[in-house]
């Protein structure tokens, strides 16, 4: 018997009408969807997912337990067990769509269950979803880089002892438990910042500047700070016909 195919599915950040032509497909023509959480009809996946593909709602859901817990052997007990559970799956030759937030290449946690699946010989495909830090961008309105502007991107819960860089623009993502130092960085750079809470969502919230970022924050934070320019940097520009 032919196996199936585990797919991992970004739906985007968090807006139904950014989901993916190719998102919405996938969902129509196969019964069997995965979700990380243990009531798959209220992760925040699903409800994006739903809007757009109504059809999700008869669709056999499964729940891949995925904790948030800095404990490494009960996340790899979890990841192997929700691994198995698709895999049992693909075994019948069916196709399982693991839905994701926002792109499936970026911080997802379909990336743990993709290892395992495919060390254990089973094909998988990474379908791409709309990154939050480029709906954010979009949402305020800002390109995150222009001509040879860098773009970083850090894991701020991660980097609470490090320093930004002086130019580029910095993306800060899942910062929301440790805000309070998140902010302490950016002053301490001299960089000002915007950060959007749960983007694209009925409760998106807008910080324009540091200093109006709450010291606590939701777990759907993401903070965007741009360099200042170097003068030569901008002659450079100004010759080249960009500014």
Request: negative net charge; hydrophobic residues 35%.
């Amino acid at each position: 018997m032919k196996y199936g195919i585990l797919y991992g599915v970004g739906v985007g950040p968090g807006d139904p009408e950014l989901m993916t032509l190719k998102a919405v497909k996938l969902i129509r023509e196969n019964d069997v969807v995965a979700l990380p959480g243990n009531s798959p009809k209220e992760t925040v996946a699903y409800k994006i997912a739903s809007a757009a593909v109504p059809e999700l709602a008869k669709k056999q859901l499964l729940a891949v337990y995925m904790p948030m817990t800095h404990d490494k052997k009960e996340q790899a007990r979890c990841h192997r067990q929700g691994a198995k559970l698709v895999e049992s799956y693909l075994e019948q030759g069916k196709n399982v769509v693991f839905l994701t937030l926002g792109d499936s290449s970026v911080y997802s946690t379909f990336a743990y269950i993709q290892q395992i699946v495919e060390k254990d010989g089973y094909s998988t495909q990474l379908v791409s979803g709309i990154p939050s830090f480029c709906a954010a961008a979009a949402r305020m309105n800002m390109p995150l880089a222009i001509w040879n502007e860098q773009v970083h991107i850090f894991p701020a819960v991660h980097m609470l002892s490090e320093t930004l860089p002086d130019s580029g623009t910095c993306v800060l993502m899942k910062s929301g438990s440790k805000m309070g130092q998140v902010k302490e960085i950016l002053k301490k750079s001299g960089r000002d910042a915007v950060m959007i809470e749960n983007c694209g969502t009925s409760s998106e919230q807008v910080y324009m500047h540091v200093d109006e970022i709450p010291d606590t924050a939701g777990y759907y934070s993401l903070i965007i700070s741009k360099g200042e320019d170097r003068e030569e940097d901008r002659e450079e520009d100004r010759e080249a016909g960009c500014l």
